[in-house]
């Protein structure tokens, strides 16, 4: 992973706004957060520096339990707002995965080896930006570009909506 930013902190408005987006059902918050991230970009890196979007998938399971992938809907609408392609369904999470809490170590351990990319020729040599709704440790994030720099990817950057301290 080259490099992360987030745009915001989780806390106060934008954790009550994302909590509403990501658990509420409340999918209308994505075009408006997607938005901010589009807004806020520049401040933080150029957006055109990357070729693709790649939001951070959810298990299958998962994705039809909530009715949709949050990052999924983030990354639609910052690449609207950036003119910037989004690579559906390029990277899959091929295991399910308990809700990430504890340190460090038990985050790493809950998501290695969940992420593949079944085709990589898609992103063979290509500048990806990882599109989530919150960066915590780090752990989900950098194990997607693990599976996406062992398909080819010439760089993997970050880019979250919110951080948690």
């Known amino acids: ?6 745009l915001y902190e989780a806390d106060g408005t934008m954790r009550q706004a994302i909590l509403l987006f990501k658990y509420g059902g409340r999918r209308t918050l994505a ?7 589009a807004e806020g ?11 693709l979007l790649i939001p951070v998938p959810l298990h ?8 949709f992938n949050q990052a999924t ?14 690579g559906h369904r390029l ?4 295991r399910p995965t308990e809700a990430q809490s504890g340190g460090r170590k038990e985050r790493e351990d ?24 919150v960066f915590t440790t780090g752990a989900t994030a950098c194990e997607c570009a693990k599976a996406l720099l062992a398909a ?3 760089e993997v950057g970050v880019y979250t909506l919110a951080r948690v301290e």
């Open 1 to 6: 992973m080259a490099r992360a930013a987030a």
């Open 31 to 37: 075009r408006h957060l997607g938005r901010l991230m």
């Open 41 to 51: 970009a520049g401040r933080l890196f150029d957006p055109r520096r990357f070729d």
């Open 60 to 67: 299958p399971q998962r994705e039809r339990a909530r009715g």
């Open 73 to 86: 809907l983030l990354a639609k609408e910052f690449g609207a707002g950036c003119g910037l392609p989004v």
């Open 91 to 94: 990277l899959r999470r091929v």
């Open 110 to 133: 809950n998501v290695k080896g969940a992420f593949i990319v079944p085709q990589s020729d898609r992103v063979k040599d290509m500048r990806l930006l990882l599109i989530d709704d």
């Open 152 to 154: 080819g990817a010439a």
